[in-house]
């Protein structure tokens, strides 16, 4: 259920209700957005009757929800959701861009990148401290090791931190030395670390399980915030398909499909997309063209040498060329809810 507030109604009113929904042992969700405040109601296994609720002060309308979702969607908040960290933003006017290697291997790889990254005028770092990978044998991240190299990049770079958290324990690690907490597509449906990732107070960057319909993606994005915490960001990052020309297909139409549904931010990852260096580039462009709100993108200084996902890291300057063309791209188009109309 959710219940749409009267332009006017008064912290009051929203409280009295909150309390309400609560008191029937209730989860009570309020977004506010730019005309008006809408509040989602979790936790019931079944319909509520929402007459309770009518004619309440500040009360406009309350709607049965028919779609599986309740959080996610443009019906509770009709605004597009501005996710920041620190003094930067995902989902706002700027591009968003996430760089950096696919994992930290030394203190001097991670910070000839960490400084081209800072150069480019990125604000996100990101850099596997664990390792998820397909083979045990394969080199699995440093660990406690990684940490000490992000904290010093984050104190001399001023860079916000994006890692996955591979499991619930390293969320309390995140939470202590970085600034946004990534969810791999391994684990889009790992539930216990999606509700410990919702009780986290640091956004939650929300990748697409490589088999993953549109519907579980959302919500495996529902599950977090239910726990109450509202800033996801979504990363579509490729599906499994047929085609063997590319490690993953990346779906560029999820972009607009969310536009339509949800008020998440989303970004699109051409690296994992895609797999393959050479074709980074292009579907960055088009990432930016279909109106992502953001790239992820895996940059090595020797990328002959990474130690994960050497195929798809980009050269410095390759990534440098990168910027600069989705900047020029992001430009000409703007950055409406849709990314499809020009700046006025
Ligand atoms: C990554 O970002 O390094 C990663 C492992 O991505 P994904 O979960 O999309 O495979
Ligand atoms: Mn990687």
Known sequence: MLIVMKPSATARDIDAIVRLVEGIGLRAHPMPGATRTAIGITGNQGPIDGRRFENLPGVAEVIRVTKPYKLITLDL??????????????????????????????????????????????RFFRGCVWKPRTSPYTFQGLGAKAWE??????????????????????????????????????????????????????????????????????????????????????????????????????????VPAIRRISHLPVIVDPSHGTGTA???????????????????????????????????????????????EVRAIRNLIGSDAHGMSKPT
């Open 149 to 254: 190299i992000m904290t010093a990049i984050r104190d001399e770079f001023g860079l916000k931190i994006v890692t996955e958290a591979v499991e619930e324990s390293h969320v309390d690690l995140i939470e202590k030395y970085g600034d946004v907490i990534q969810i791999g597509a391994r684990n889009m449906q790992n539930f216990s670390l999606l509700k410990r990732a919702g009780r986290s107070k640091l956004p939650v960057l929300l990748k697409r399980g490589m088999a993953a319909t549109l519907e579980e993606w959302l919500l495996a994005a529902e599950y977090i915030m239910a726990e109450g915490n509202y800033n996801v960001i979504l990363c579509e990052r490729g599906v499994r398909t047929f085609a063997q020309h590319t490690r993953n297909t990346l779906d560029l139409a999820s």
């Open 278 to 324: 050479y074709m980074v580039t292009p579907l960055a462009r088009s990432g930016v063209a279909v109106g992502a709100d953001g790239l992820m993108i895996e940059v090595h200084n020797q990328p002959e040498l990474a130690l994960s996902d050497s195929a798809q890291a980009l050269t410095i300057s390759e990534y440098a060329q990168l910027i600069e």
């Open 77 to 122: 908040r009709p605004d597009k959701t501005v996710v920041r960290v620190g003094d930067a933003t995902i989902g706002g006017s700027e591009l968003a861009i996430i760089a950096g290697p696919c994992a930290i291997e030394s203190r001097e790889q991670a910070f000839v990148v960490a400084k081209v990254v800072q150069k480019s005028g990125v």
